[in-house]
């Protein structure tokens, strides 16, 4: 509420500031508009060859010094631009279309801009407009979906963001993730999930090699370059975006009711041989003594399973019998709601204040913005504060000096995680683990430690507050550069970019928590954790830019140097004696000393020389080169240092005689690229072969000690390879962009093929070396894709319009050969002409009936012991015997064979409705295998008993450890799905109402976001996994209201 | 000019840094490599690293479920986790990763650690130390062996590697087990010759140690599984090298006192008796990722009982391992103590809870008690009671008369009937683990040494060395050793379970010692004290019996001590006993079991001439049976 009300008191004192606008002697003036008659405020007004301009004010009205016969240029954002020569009239009013064609849309193309129509590599591109199409917590969801050949996967969790993956995943061991840039400056403190999305002006995703080479080693996953916002010249224009965001916890799986579950644990029981009477005959009816046995261990549990009987003697358990039967009902037993406090309606404030100001000399652009997040689930939430600050100091004609300095700080609450076998990665999983039957709380209000008696299930419901995991980040970024213009088209231009980030996560557990125990002995727990980062990139310049005749060329050389610095400490203690010291006073505990520490240093370097040659031939033929030579620490002595490559075609042929006259085609331009790449995502000193700490004693006489490899703990060792070098990766990149019909049909396609080779790969060396680990260059990887960008304006006419954009990406990666040429690494889980990640096991093909006896008789003469109702997988040689070595085959692959996003956009007069659609298709993830012990909570399934002769999941057994026979094979599911992201309704409010308010714009929207889900595997959303990871069926859905505002 | 200086300036600034030599250089900061190990320093720290691999037998679930389940000693309780290790289900199999795979794998890792340090001491080592030069070599010749001794007694015969790795190596044929024995005899006959009778530090491994190993190692290959490879001084061997430990070494005087822990590092871990023990303690920062967890594997469920709950001095219950009806019958429980001491029978009262029952007027003992609680906070709360079979007391009405909630193995239902108050969860637990000087209930990591080798042992080893010689009463004189000392000694107190199970009268506390002596009758066919040894069917000739009389009396010395499925495999008895005395194990148990299978991670990732292994040369790698 709160924030509500400064919101609004924040509107109404931009509305009393009445914008002055600065006078001039008028020699023209008038009124710009926009084709509906509304006056554009903030459009540019340029006298033509000059640098004389201005802007118009917030009715739209300019006036400027002009003489008859001079050229006024008439621009304003999104818009065509209109010239007009200046005659008698002094004054000249304009109407600005919209801006259909993004042919001259500029962009961003590493180490400077190209025309858009100039561009010659896969270069995708996202502006502001786009990005903040749905209110978003990062940069990296507002990109999801809209540029192909991007894969975004999500995550849920406050603070977090999903994994990106451009054309898919390449290297097997080595990193996968992009390379980001933001304003020039490489990002090597952390990632980008730390800048405010209103902040960014536009985003570049530099695909092929072709356009990432120029990055050199760090180019082969791809390049997101991130551009923040300027100040503009012109009139000062304050931006307000604000969104509230309310979202929900669904739960897609079903789950027993009390009544149920106790028939489940009856059934878990009957199939191990435990629900017997005296005489040893299974009951197939519900036994008050036998239940007391397997219920009866918590007394409050057991009051709700006794209200499914009805009793002569409760006390005794003496049931009323029909038929010689105890009177049973199970649906008379209560059901308790665990979750309810577990939920919550999860709130996302996010507001961001902006300043663009300027003059020829000074640009300046200034924000600040607060984004506040609470979860769907208690305890998980996030808080940042974002600064940035971008000036641009225009000294004299030939030297510029400007900077852009971000600054934030988060916040985050990262909420419960469950420890030991059985641990849950949130609260919410946690608690949908209890029983049913049980309560978390007994009649009395005592709480229950195990509720339901099981003494591995404990209650933790209170762990709310009693488990915090909090982690702060303050990040600065700058990026800071000088300009020499030096001679006519030659500059020089010098970037240093800071990069500094310090991680703090404090953590403490009350004793009373679940994970502590919570009994009268446990102790508390804290740890804290700190982590800094250093690093900075500088880098050096020549830029030279030619013009003769019809040739252009442009050159730019590059010096960079780079270094990356990590320095961490941790710390934890038990047994403090005050829990409001939190994690601030480690050293009072009543132990005497820590429990354990230490510190850790880290520390990267690279180096880098470039050259690229842009040379253009009458506008229509393009040609860029590039080669980058880079030499990295982290790699071994003779290898650090290799070259990377890189040219590229284009021919605009619209642009040839036999197409100009075709008036429908506006643009056709085919592209084609060649260029090697390298990824150096090694961890430094991985070459020396580290040793592995081990702790000991005598007595209790410490004995730290130092081994080459130790399998049972946390790092099980490398052997060390003195001959690491650069993992490479050629593409070849070929292109088509078009415009068709004045505008109404816009888009590319692209075809790639990624040989990656030289892979860097971490293999899991035969064990009896002792060791878990080496990394070694060696095998090839191929990528081949086709990706298709298409823009349509399907109806347009004066009130109403509709456009669609599509996006659709279809990745193909397999494994060409490994270690041993084409030979599949069985132990690693890889294979030839297979997909990177995939999952090689037997593979389910349905229950053992009990009239399968005499086949079963069979394998379980040769060392199987299969029962009716256990897993029956597939027997691929067809001997009769199942076997690890014969009978084990690929079951699927983890990433999606293709993904697809579809944007629709209806604007009626004022209103905008729009739909986004995104999909991935193809690929298996993990989740849904049920223990199916009868001991546990877990999902409802239709599981098998000699009455239920199911085929999709074995027989419950109480005695079956948490995992029946070939457990895994339930594991791997059809991860693809359809969402509906969200669906969105806005209004622009009318521009003669909101003038008279002093605003140039004020939308206002409503959105509903996932709205619809379509799966596969209906109690699971995909969509939380990308590469093994296992999915949940736990998704968030939720509903925005929010407004942009300027004035 | 303005304009060509700011340029130069920032060119040099710029290439100032980035130019100097080392910029690319890879800084050693906080990271150390294999380096470490040319110097004195960094052999210290490779031996320290190399006996850490000692707690890996006590680490986790894997110390019990290659050792003690699927055994007659032991099946399981309610935990089922590791179950099929019990039951032989096909889930033990080649890929099995939760306690085969690291078996090995970590084997393998300390192997190559023993290796480096084995090839590097000769040279980095000076010659002015040469007592700490062969020390730490004996040490590591010792640890070598220990480990390709687990191996071998797992898994048949298995590759051998002697010297450090370098490389990404992956062909490694299978050695026959003779070759593993040798290369074992070998490196433990180094070590006895290296290494000091007397350590520096506790925990070190000593003469004593490798003399007990040696004597087991010969016995191992004189026994019936390595029939085929046994050589004919194994059996002298033996006796000769546990003789040598014996005349070194004494006895605790009471069974009780090896598990007497009553504080962190306790006396009962540095008594004489101990020859080897993984060394564990309550400092967290040296406890390392697992600690020793084996005080929650042996626990029975206690906290739903009334006036109970979870406390540190009884643990965490995983009920993973339940005694078998063997296990309680082949103790002579009125007179070896050894039961009652290695066993919680009782259980004292930790919360005055709604739910103790109160005395009523037919069962209380004075008038005045009817309506009181039975017992309150620090009184017994629960008895189990280890009864026999033809003992019909345990009515309700006779439990009743008792203040503490009584559990009989053996009662009488109300229509007369035979049953009992025994479950999967609710049995007697073995306690020789106990750890209550844990951080806190809910820490698994425990501060016990875990016991590798005790004198106890090396007499039972050199008993079976003589007998197996035909030298019965040679061997009977250390086994009433043995025995006398686990009698009870006069004037102890055998605990309120033992008075009501063995239905023996409070007063009695006589000494017990003279009906523990054994003589030949104990393995003759026909004899009363023969048929008390519960021998299998078909046991019937002397030596035989000797063997199972063996077998035995190390389940009552020696239950629940990490040794039984090797010492059952060992005397291929494993399959017999195992159908006839483990209930649960019966139904799968196949001949192929007696040894394990080979992890299918190594067979994946092997190679032949640098082609991986076709499946039919991994079949033919796999023990028998496993495919």
């Given at each position: 509420m709160k924030n509500k009300f400064s919101l609004l008191l924040l509107l109404t004192f931009f509305a009393l500031m009445h914008t002055s606008g600065y006078a001039q002697s008028k020699v023209v003036k008038g009124t710009i508009s926009d084709v509906t008659g509304l006056p554009i405020p903030g459009a540019n007004v340029l006298l033509k060859g000059t640098k004389q301009g201005t802007s118009t004010d917030f009715d739209g009205k300019y006036s400027i010094n002009a003489s008859a016969g001079q050229v006024l240029v008439f621009s304003s954002t999104g818009s065509k631009t209109v010239e007009v020569t200046v005659g008698q009239n002094s004054e000249i009013n304009v109407k600005l279309a919209e801006e259909i064609s993004q042919l001259n849309e500029i962009v961003v193309v590493g180490y400077g801009t190209q025309k858009k129509s100039d561009v010659t590599g896969a270069i995708g591109s996202i502006n502001a407009a786009k990005l903040n199409a749905s209110p978003i917590q990062n940069v990296l969801q507002g990109v999801q979906g809209k540029v192909a050949g991007i894969d975004i996967s999500s995550n849920s969790r406050p603070g977090e963001i999903g994994s990106i993956r451009i054309r898919g995943n390449r290297s097997i061991s080595g990193e996968n993730g992009p390379l980001y840039v933001v304003d020039g400056v490489p990002l090597q403190s952390g990632g980008i999930e730390m800048f405010s999305a209103s902040d960014v002006e536009s985003i570049e995703v530099l695909k092929d090699a072709s356009a990432t080479a120029i990055y050199g080693s760090r180019g082969s996953n791809g390049v997101i370059l991130v551009t923040t916002k300027k100040g503009k010249t012109g009139k000062a224009q304050i931006t307000l975006d604000s969104t509230t965001t309310f979202e929900t916890l669904t739960d897609l799986a079903d789950y027993y009711d009390a009544g149920g579950y106790a028939e489940y644990r009856r059934d878990a029981l009957r199939y191990a041989?435990?629900?017997?009477?005296?005489?040893?005959?299974?009951?197939?009816?519900?036994?008050?003594?036998?239940?007391?046995?397997?219920?009866?261990?918590?007394?409050?549990?057991?009051?709700?399973?006794?209200?499914?009987?009805?009793?002569?003697?409760?006390?005794?358990?003496?049931?009323?019998?029909?038929?010689?039967?105890?009177?049973?009902?199970?649906?008379?037993?209560?059901?308790?709601?665990?979750?309810?406090?577990?939920?919550?309606?999860?709130?996302?404030?996010?507001?961001?204040?902006?300043?663009?100001?300027?003059?020829?000399?000074?640009?300046?652009?200034?924000?600040?913005?607060?984004?506040?997040?609470?979860?769907?689930?208690?305890?998980?939430?996030?808080?940042?504060?974002?600064?940035?600050?971008?000036?641009?100091?225009?000294?004299?004609?030939?030297?510029?000096?400007?900077?852009?300095?971000?600054?934030n700080y988060s916040i985050q609450n990262y909420g419960y995680t469950g420890s030991g076998s059985r641990g849950s990665a949130q609260l919410y999983g946690a608690v949908r683990g209890q029983f049913p039957f049980a309560q978390p709380y007994d009649a009395d209000g005592n709480f229950i430690f195990n509720p339901g008696g099981s003494i591995n299930v404990i209650n933790p419901i209170r762990d709310k507050d009693l488990?915090?995991?909090?982690?702060?980040?303050?990040?600065?970024?700058?990026?800071?550069?000088?300009?020499?213009?030096?001679?006519?088209?030659?500059?020089?231009?010098?970037?240093?970019?800071?990069?500094?980030?310090?991680?703090?996560?404090?953590?403490?557990?009350?004793?009373?928590?679940?994970?502590?125990?919570?009994?009268?002995?446990?102790?508390?727990?804290?740890?804290?954790?700190?982590?800094?980062?250093?690093?900075?990139?500088?880098?050096?310049?020549?830029?030279?830019?030619?013009?003769?005749?019809?040739?252009?060329?442009?050159?730019?050389?590059?010096?960079?140097?780079?270094?990356?610095?990590?320095?961490?400490?941790?710390?934890?203690?038990?047994?403090?004696p005050y829990d409001s010291q939190l994690w601030y006073n480690l050293g009072s505990t009543n132990r005497g000393a820590l429990d354990g520490w230490g510190s850790s240093y880290v520390k990267q370097s690279l180096n880098s020389y470039m050259a690229r040659i842009n040379y253009s031939f009458a506008d229509k033929y393009l040609f860029t080169a590039t080669g980058r030579y880079d030499g990295s620490s982290v790699l071994s002595e003779g290898n650090k240092w290799d070259f990377f490559p890189s040219a590229s075609l284009g021919w605009k042929v619209n642009e040839e005689n036999f197409l100009k006259e075709v008036s429908w085609i506006e643009q056709l331009k085919l592209r084609a690229g060649i260029g090697t790449v390298g990824n150096q995502a090694v961890d430094p000193y991985g070459t020396a072969g580290g040793l592995v700490a081990t702790q000991y004693l005598f007595g209790s006489t410490p004995a730290k000690g130092f081994v080459t490899g130790d399998p049972k703990g946390t790092n099980t060792g490398s052997i060390p390879n003195k001959d690491l070098g650069w993992e490479k990766t050629k593409q070849l990149n070929f292109g088509v962009d078009f415009g068709f019909l004045n505008g109404r049909i816009t888009g590319s396609v692209d075809y790639y093929i990624a040989d990656t080779f030289d892979i860097l790969l971490d293999k899991a060396?035969?064990?009896?070396?002792?060791?878990?680990?080496?990394?070694?260059?060696?095998?090839?990887?191929?990528?081949?894709?086709?990706?298709?960008?298409?823009?349509?304006?399907?109806?347009?006419?004066?009130?109403?319009?509709?456009?669609?954009?599509?996006?659709?990406?279809?990745?193909?990666?397999?494994?060409?050969?490994?270690?041993?040429?084409?030979?599949?690494?069985?132990?690693?889980?890889?294979?030839?002409?297979?997909?990177?990640?995939?999952?090689?096991?037997?593979?389910?093909?349905?229950?053992?009936?009990?009239?399968?006896?005499?086949?079963?008789?069979?394998?379980?003469?040769?060392?199987?012991?299969?029962?009716?109702?256990?897993?029956?997988?597939?027997?691929?040689?067809?001997?009769?015997?199942?076997?690890?070595?014969?009978?084990?085959?690929?079951?699927?692959?983890?990433?999606?064979?293709?993904?697809?996003?579809?944007?629709?956009?209806?604007?009626?007069?004022?209103?905008?409705?729009?739909?986004?659609?995104?999909?991935?298709?193809?690929?298996?993830?993990?989740?849904?295998?049920?223990?199916?012990?009868?001991?546990?909570?877990?999902?409802?399934?239709?599981?098998?008993?000699?009455?239920?002769?199911?085929?999709?999941?074995?027989?419950?057994?109480?005695?079956?450890?948490?995992?029946?026979?070939?457990?895994?094979?339930?594991?791997?599911?059809?991860?693809?799905?359809?969402?509906?992201?969200?669906?969105?309704?806005?209004?622009?409010?009318?521009?003669?109402?909101?003038?008279?308010?002093?605003?140039?714009?004020?939308?206002?929207?409503?959105?509903?976001?996932?709205?619809f889900l379509y799966s596969k595997t209906s109690y699971l959303d995909a969509d939380s996994s990308y590469t093994n990871g296992a999915a949940s069926s736990v998704t968030n859905r939720g509903f925005v209201i929010g407004l942009n505002a300027a004035f | 000019m303005k304009k060509l200086l700011i340029t130069v300036l920032l060119v040099v600034t710029g290439f100032f840094y980035s130019c100097s030599d080392n910029f690319l250089e890879e800084e050693m900061v906080s990271t150390l490599t294999q380096q470490r190990y040319d110097s004195p320093d960094g052999i210290e720290e490779l031996v320290n690293g190399a006996y850490e691999g000692l707690r890996f037998h006590f680490n986790y679930e894997w110390a019990y479920a290659l050792t003690d389940y699927g055994t007659d000693t032991f099946t399981n309780g309610g935990g089922v986790d590791q179950v099929h290790w019990n039951t032989y289900s096909a889930i033990l199999g080649p890929a099995e990763t939760a306690n085969l795979k690291p078996f090995w794998d970590n084997m393998y890792a300390q192997i190559n650690t023993a290796n480096i340090g084995i090839q590097k001491i000769p040279t980095v080592l000076p010659d002015s130390d040469m007592i700490l030069k062969n020390t730490r070599l004996g040490e590591l010749h010792f640890l070598r062996a220990f480990n390709y001794f687990k191996l071998v007694t797992q898994f048949g015969g298995v590759p051998i590697t002697i010297n450090p790795i370098t490389s990404d190596v992956s062909e490694f044929p299978r050695a026959s087990t003779s070759e593993v024995f040798k290369l074992i005899e070998e490196d433990f006959l180094k070590a006895e010759s290296l290494l000091p009778a007397t350590p520096a530090q506790t925990g070190r491994i000593t003469k004593a140690a490798a003399q007990h190993f040696l004597a087991k190692m010969y016995l191992t290959r004189a026994s019936e599984q390595y029939a085929d490879i046994t050589q004919g001084s194994d059996l002298e061997n033996a006796g000769k090298f546990a003789d040598l430990v014996i005349?070194?070494?004494?006895?605790?005087?009471?069974?009780?006192?090896?598990?007497?822990?009553?504080?962190?590092?306790?006396?009962?871990?540095?008594?004489?008796?101990?020859?080897?023990?993984?060394?564990?303690?309550?400092?967290?920062?040296?406890?390392?990722?697992?600690?020793?967890?084996?005080?929650?594997?042996?626990?029975?469920?206690?906290?739903?009982?009334?006036?109970?709950?979870?406390?540190?001095?009884?643990?965490?219950?995983f009920q993973r391992l339940r005694p078998t009806d063997y296990t309680m019958d082949i103790f002579d429980r009125k007179s070896d103590s050894r039961f009652y001491k290695s066993f919680q029978t009782t259980y004292i009262c930790a919360l005055n809870s709604t739910n103790i029952p109160k005395w009523t007027a037919a069962n209380a003992p004075t008038p005045a008690q009817v309506g009181q609680p039975k017992f309150k906070i620090g009184e017994t709360a629960v008895a189990m009671i280890v009864n026999s079979k033809n003992d019909t007391r345990f009515t309700a009405a006779y439990k009743n008369t008792f203040a503490p909630l009584i559990l009989a193995r053996y009662t009488v239902n109300s229509t007369g009937a035979q049953a009992t108050d025994y479950d999967l969860s609710t049995y007697p637990s073995l306690s020789k683990y106990n750890d209550p000087f844990r951080a806190n209930l809910g820490e698994a990591k425990g501060t016990r040494d875990g016991i590798l080798a005790r004198l106890g042992e090396t007499y039972l080893i050199a008993a079976e060395a003589y007998g197996r010689q035909g030298n019965y009463s040679k061997a009977l004189t250390y086994l009433n050793t043995l025995r006398s000392r686990a009698a009870y000694k006069a004037g102890q107190n055998r605990g309120f379970a033992y008075y009501i199970s063995e239905n023996v009268p409070t007063t009695e506390t006589t000494s017990t010692v003279s009906s523990m002596v054994a003589t030949e009758a104990s393995f003759t066919d026909g004899t009363v004290e023969s048929a008390k040894e519960l021998y299998p069917a078909g046991v019937t000739s002397k030596p035989q019996m000797f063997i199972h009389f063996i077998l035995n009396e190390r389940a009552r010395e020696l239950l629940g001590e990490f040794y039984r499925w090797v010492d059952l495999a060992r005397t291929k008895t494993l399959i017999q006993r195992t159908k006839t005395f483990n209930n649960e194990a019966a139904p799968n148990i196949k001949e192929h079991h007696a040894i394990r299978p080979i992890p299918q991670s190594f067979l994946d990732s092997s190679t032949?001439?640098?082609?991986?292994?076709?499946?039919d040369e991994k079949t033919n790698m796999q023990n028998p049976g496993y495919n």
């Open positions: 041989g435990l629900y017997k009477d005296g005489a040893g005959n299974t009951l197939n009816y519900a036994d008050p003594n036998l239940d007391f046995k397997y219920f009866g261990a918590d007394k409050t549990a057991w009051e709700n399973i006794s209200a499914g009987y009805t009793w002569v003697d409760k006390a005794n358990r003496v049931p009323v019998l029909t038929n010689g039967i105890p009177a049973y009902d199970g649906s008379k037993i209560p059901t308790t709601d665990w979750t309810k406090d577990v939920v919550q309606t999860g709130v996302i404030q996010n507001h961001t204040l902006g300043i663009s100001m300027g003059t020829d000399k000074i640009k300046t652009y200034a924000s600040a913005g607060v984004l506040n997040q609470t979860g769907t689930i208690p305890g998980q939430d996030f808080r940042r504060y974002t600064g940035l600050l971008s000036v641009e100091l225009k000294a004299t004609d030939w030297f510029t000096m400007g900077g852009t300095i971000n600054f488990v915090i995991n909090e982690r702060t980040t303050s990040r600065m970024f700058g990026s800071f550069f000088a300009e020499i213009k030096l001679a006519q088209g030659l500059k020089f231009k010098t970037i240093f970019g800071p990069d500094i980030r310090n991680w703090r996560n404090g953590q403490f557990q009350f004793a009373e928590s679940s994970i502590r125990g919570g009994t009268a002995t446990s102790t508390n727990y804290a740890s804290l954790n700190k982590v800094e980062n250093v690093s900075w990139t500088l880098e050096n310049l020549i830029y030279y830019d030619k013009k003769i005749d019809k040739h252009s060329i442009g050159v730019t050389l590059l010096q960079s140097s780079s270094n990356r610095k990590s320095e961490g400490s941790t710390m934890t203690a038990t047994d403090l060396p035969n064990s009896v070396t002792g060791y878990g680990n080496i990394t070694i260059n060696a095998g090839k990887t191929r990528n081949k894709g086709v990706e298709l960008q298409l823009s349509t304006i399907n109806v347009e006419n004066k009130d109403f319009r509709w456009t669609s954009d599509i996006t659709f990406t279809q990745n193909k990666t397999e494994i060409v050969s490994l270690v041993n040429g084409k030979v599949d690494d069985i132990v690693n889980n890889r294979f030839i002409g297979q997909p990177i990640s995939i999952r090689y096991d037997y593979k389910k093909i349905g229950i053992w009936q009990t009239e399968d006896a005499a086949e079963m008789a069979i394998y379980n003469s040769n060392g199987s012991t299969y029962k009716a109702g256990d897993i029956r997988v597939e027997d691929v040689n067809n001997d009769g015997r199942i076997d690890a070595n014969n009978d084990r085959q690929i079951i699927g692959q983890y990433d999606p064979k293709w993904t697809a996003g579809f944007i629709n956009t209806f604007n009626y007069k004022n209103f905008e409705l729009s739909a986004f659609i995104f999909t991935r298709w193809g690929q298996i993830v993990n989740g849904g295998a049920a223990e199916l012990s009868g001991q546990f909570v877990e999902r409802k399934v239709n599981y098998w008993t000699p009455d239920n002769p199911s085929n999709e999941y074995p027989a419950a057994n109480y005695n079956n450890g948490g995992q029946p026979i070939h457990y895994s094979t339930m594991n791997y599911q059809d991860g693809s799905f359809v969402k509906v992201r969200y669906i969105s309704l806005g209004y622009d409010m009318p521009k003669d109402v909101i003038s008279k308010l002093g605003m140039t714009k004020l939308k206002l929207f409503a959105q509903a976001l996932n709205p | 005349s070194s070494r004494t006895l605790a005087p009471d069974y009780q006192d090896i598990f007497n822990y009553n504080k962190v590092n306790a006396p009962n871990e540095t008594i004489s008796e101990v020859l080897l023990s993984a060394q564990f303690d309550n400092t967290i920062a040296l406890q390392g990722r697992y600690s020793n967890q084996t005080h929650m594997y042996f626990l029975s469920v206690y906290r739903n009982f009334p006036g109970m709950t979870r406390n540190l001095e009884n643990g965490r219950e032949k001439n640098g082609i991986p292994l076709t499946p």
